[in-house]
């Protein structure tokens, strides 16, 4: 059972409810990092630089075909041992502004999530 202080998906900020911290449920747990997985630039995590997604040099590259970045953001996300699939994948990035948007369905081993990334 994975339960882990809760965390505003806007601000990033911990999450209080009444003066008192929210202890999120495993899916919120799962959902929260993913996110945190895709959000974080490849080689930015000081003891593992093979975290994270090479958002400067793949992602936004114009010569990384749209099916390559697809892959890539697939195998970050099955990185997560507690995701067992992924369904209704979407992808849409936006070179010029730098800007990308990642929604799908999970299969979890605890339940089915939905996450929204926006980068």
């Known amino acids: ?12 900020d ?21 996110r945190q997985r895709l959000l974080t ?14 958002w400067f040099d793949e992602m936004f590259s ?9 892959a ?3 195998n970050e996300i099955l990185k997560d041992p507690e995701i067992l699939s992924i369904s209704d994948f979407q992808f849409a990035i936006d ?8 929604t799908f369905n999970a299969t979890t081993i605890y339940s089915p999530v939905r996450v929204e990334v926006f980068v």
Do not use: C, F
């Open 14 to 34: 911990l999450k209080i409810e009444d003066g008192d911290l929210v202890i999120d449920t495993e899916t919120d747990v799962i959902v929260a990092n993913t």
């Open 95 to 102: 070179p010029v502004n730098h800007e990308a948007e990642i």
């Open 41 to 54: 630039i490849l080689a930015e995590w000081y003891y593992d630089y093979t975290v994270g997604v090479d």
């Open 62 to 70: 114009t010569s990384t075909s749209y099916d390559q970045k697809v």
């Open 1 to 12: 059972m994975s339960r882990d202080l809760g965390i505003n998906q806007t601000t990033g």
């Open 72 to 74: 890539i953001i697939k």
